[in-house]
Nanobody, 124 residues
Framework: QVQLIESGGGLVQAGGSLRLSCAAS????????MGWFRQAPGKEREFVAR????????RYVDSVKGRFTISSVYAKDTVYLQMNSLKFEDTAVYYC?????????????????WGKGTQVTVSS
C-alpha cells in the first residue's frame, strides 16, 4: 500500500500563487509516476499534471500550461505543484495520485493510490 498526504492548499486572490505538496509513504517503490488531479463542485475530476519519479515525462492539461509546474524529489518521496497566476476557475479540491503503470498516465483510472485532497480557493 501507498499513503499520500497533500498539503499547501488555501485561499488566495486571483493572480496569486500556492505550492501544493504530496508526501508519499509505504511501498513507494511500486509506483512509477505521480499525478495531480482536481475536482470543482459539480464537475468531474480533471487531470492537471503528471511526472515520473525521476522528473521526466511531464504533462499538463492545457488550461494550466505556463502557470503550473510539477516537480518531484525522489529522495523525499515528495511531489510538488507550484501554481502561479491563479484564476478563479482553478478553485477545486486538488488530489495527489500514484500510478503503478509505466506509461504516461493522464486518466484517473490509471492511478491506484489517492490522497484525500486539499482545497484550493481562488477569490476573484
Amino acid at each position: 500500500q501507498v499513503q499520500l498526504i497533500e498539503s499547501g492548499g488555501g485561499l488566495v486572490q486571483a493572480g496569486g500563487s500556492l505550492r501544493l505538496s504530496c508526501a508519499a509513504s509505504g511501498r513507494t517503490l511500486s509506483t512509477y509516476a505521480m499525478g495531480w488531479f482536481r475536482q470543482a463542485p459539480g464537475k468531474e475530476r480533471e487531470f492537471v499534471a503528471r511526472i515520473d519519479w525521476g522528473g521526466s515525462r511531464i504533462r499538463y492539461v492545457d488550461s494550466v500550461k505556463g502557470r503550473f509546474t510539477i516537480s518531484s524529489v525522489y529522495a523525499k518521496d515528495t511531489v510538488y505543484l507550484q501554481m502561479n497566476s491563479l484564476k478563479f476557475e482553478d478553485t477545486a479540491v486538488y488530489y495527489c495520485a500514484a500510478s503503478v503503470r509505466p506509461g504516461i498516465a493522464t486518466e484517473s483510472v490509471e492511478y491506484r493510490y489517492w490522497g484525500k485532497g486539499t482545497q484550493v480557493t481562488v477569490s476573484s
